[in-house]
């Protein structure tokens, strides 16, 4: 195990941003980008790997606009699902992960790229530092739930009552400024990189059923996506105070 004794929060996602390419990411593959602060190290590690020619014949999809860029800046080769419907290995981060690896995303406002993305991927790699595992999902990070613009209001008092979230919902709050920030920055609704509106729901103690909060949301007319990522992890890397681990 690597010693991470002293090591800056930024400098532990980039351990395992750097260990989850070196790992996992091979040449001939597609590859799904994430999106995020430590997906971010990723995709660095993808980029100096295709610039030395250690990495060849790769191609990669991105998970947001953001992304999309970093990768070009770094002459990454993209393509989207549109070209590849089948991906090798996805890399992304994760806001909250328990002890089964369900996972909550979401909080860069990307969720619903990455989920599609993670979804067809063969693998789908979690890359986390310490501080984002916890016993259960919810009082730790908001979960972010991608909602049309039409009638805003109504879907999300339609979120807030359903059966696997209201018991345990503290408030549902609509995301202001900035879709890549769950903290309000700016007077205008945030929009996301597919136009649709973000609704915060902060909990005030752990959900007790996440598989059926996911499905209930799913099913919610008006709920394009939503931030619970249940039993997609194929493998969580953390890095914490002891080192870095699978």
Same mark, same amino acid.
């Given at each position: ?14 351990? @395992?941003?750097? /260990? ?6 091979? !040449?001939?593959?597609?590859? #799904? $980008? &994430?999106? +995020? ?55 992304d981060g994760a806001d909250e992960v328990d002890p089964d690896w369900n996972l909550v995303k979401g909080g860069g406002g990307a969720l619903l790229r ?5 979804? @067809?991927?063969? /693998? ?6 310490? !501080?984002?595992?916890?016993? #259960? $999902? &919810?009082? +730790? ?82 709920? @394009? ?14 890095? #914490? ?6």
């Amino acid at each position: 195990m690597t010693s991470t004794a002293g090591l800056s929060q930024d400098e532990l996602k980039k351990m @395992v941003g750097y /260990k989850s390419v070196d790992d996992h990411v091979r !040449s001939g593959m597609v590859v #799904g $980008l &994430g999106t +995020g602060s430590t997906a971010a190290f990723a995709v660095e590690r993808v980029g100096q790997k295709v610039a030395s020619g250690e990495l060849t014949d790769i191609i990669c999809i991105p998970t947001s606009e953001r992304t999309k860029e970093q990768a070009e800046s770094l002459g990454i080769p993209l393509c989207t699902l549109n070209e590849k419907s089948h991906i090798d290995v996805s890399i992304d981060g994760a806001d909250e992960v328990d002890p089964d690896w369900n996972l909550v995303k979401g909080g860069g406002g990307a969720l619903l790229r990455e989920k599609m993305v993670e979804i @067809v991927s063969d /693998k789908f790699i979690c890359i986390v530092d310490e !501080s984002k595992l916890c016993p #259960g $999902l &919810g009082p +730790g990070f908001p979960l972010p739930v991608e909602i049309t613009p039409f009638c805003h209001e109504h879907t999300m008092r339609v979120v807030a009552g359903l059966p696997a979230i209201a018991p345990y919902l503290k408030e549902a709050v609509l995301r202001m400024g900035s879709s890549s920030s769950n903290k309000p920055d700016g007077d205008n609704i945030a929009v996301t990189d597919n136009g649709n509106y973000i609704v915060d729901l902060h909990f005030k103690e752990m959900i007790k059923d996440a598989p059926a909060a996911a499905a209930q949301l799913k099913n919610t007319v008006g709920v @394009v996506d939503h931030g619970l990522f249940i039993g997609m992890a194929t493998e969580v890397i953390v890095a #914490g105070s002891e080192g870095v681990y699978v």
